[in-house]
């Protein structure tokens, strides 16, 4: 990897504790739809944007499934439960921006979260005045496990994809920033690493904690 220029993190479950939400969400509108959303396919649809799983979900469920409902109702049921209970951080997720913000290390947000519920989940989070430079699902022609959404991150940072380290939940967004040339620290929410995932990653952790040492080592290597 070339010097540690940059940190591109991802939203959904990496910083915000939203995946356990999205997944209540859309299990309860399926219900009241009459349908049933397992957990295990709820599983494949961890890290890909809501388009796509949307499309996923009308697939498995198949023709009867009210699609056009399901999609209309459930960020109302979201941002119910949201509004309601808050949207946690994740462990180690401020401490991490701190590191990130002391040693002036330029950050970017890449979700797959459209540009509407990115500003919604970040101010809930309150976040949304730490994490100015995002680029948005809605804003790259594919969605994660491509390399779009984490090109174009290095783009608006003005550095190349190797100069980056991407912090990432998922095996889609852990693939997606690998194929952009980004270093990839892995840190699994609910789903746990697929083989592939963990060949790809630099390191699979526990929690953003473990984070700031590494980013702190490498960063001391890269002279900065």
Known sequence: MQSLAAVVLDMDGLLIDTEPLYKESWQL?????????TDRFYETLVGRNNPESEAAIACELGSAFPIDTFRARWPAVWRERAARDGLPVKPGATELLDFLNARRVPVALATSSDR????????????????LLRVTGEEVARGKPAPDIYREAARRLGVPGS????????????????GAGMRVLLVPDIQPPSPAAVRTAAAVLSSLHEAVPLLARWLDESGD
Not at 163 to 178: I, R, Y
């Open 163 to 178: 100069s980056c380290v991407a912090c990432e939940d998922s095996e889609a967004g852990t693939l997606s920033a690998s």
């Open 116 to 131: 509407e519920f990115t500003q919604f989940t970040l101010v809930a989070a309150g976040l949304a005045d730490r994490l």
């Open 29 to 37: 509108t399926a219900r009241e739809l009459g349908f049933d959303l």
